[in-house]
Nanobody, 124 residues
Framework: QVQLVESGGRLVQAGGSLRLSCVASGRTFSNIAISWFRQAPGKERNFVAALVWSGGTTYYADSVKGRFTISRDNANNTVYLQMNSLNNEDTAMYYC?????????????????WGQGTQVTVSS
């Protein structure tokens, strides 16, 4: 089992920045990928960014490349999502999710472990 707890979501003005945190606990992280997804009201849950714990390889959705950065703090088992140049389309509930690797996937259905989510609202 892996437990995930997100934090950091809030109301922010367009053009602003925000950093989300995901604290992970439980099983070993030697073969795990931790990803961020987001879901706006009435829309499906979409992949945002991922980090493979062993080696630190990162992946990003095209819509956030150059604006968002995923990183980790090994000592505290925490994954961060730094979000810059936020716009209205970034408004969503942001979820942290984890899976043990076979092949990396952006599909939410492939992630068995989820946090409760943290709300990000961008105002214009």
């Amino acid at each position: 089992q892996v437990q995930l707890v997100e934090s950091g979501g809030r109301l922010v003005q367009a053009g602003g920045s925000l950093r989300l945190s995901c604290v992970a606990s439980g099983r070993t992280f030697s073969n795990i990928a931790i990803s961020w997804f987001r879901q706006a009201p009435g829309k499906e849950r979409n992949f945002v960014a991922a980090l493979v714990w062993s080696g630190g390889t990162t992946y990003y959705a095209d819509s956030v490349k150059g604006r968002f950065t995923i990183s980790r703090d090994n000592a505290n088992n925490t994954v961060y999502l730094q979000m810059n140049s936020l716009n209205n389309e970034d408004t969503a509930m942001y979820y942290c999710a984890a899976r043990y690797l076979g092949i990396f996937t952006r599909s939410p259905a492939s992630y068995p472990y989820w946090g409760q989510g943290t709300q990000v609202t961008v105002s214009s």
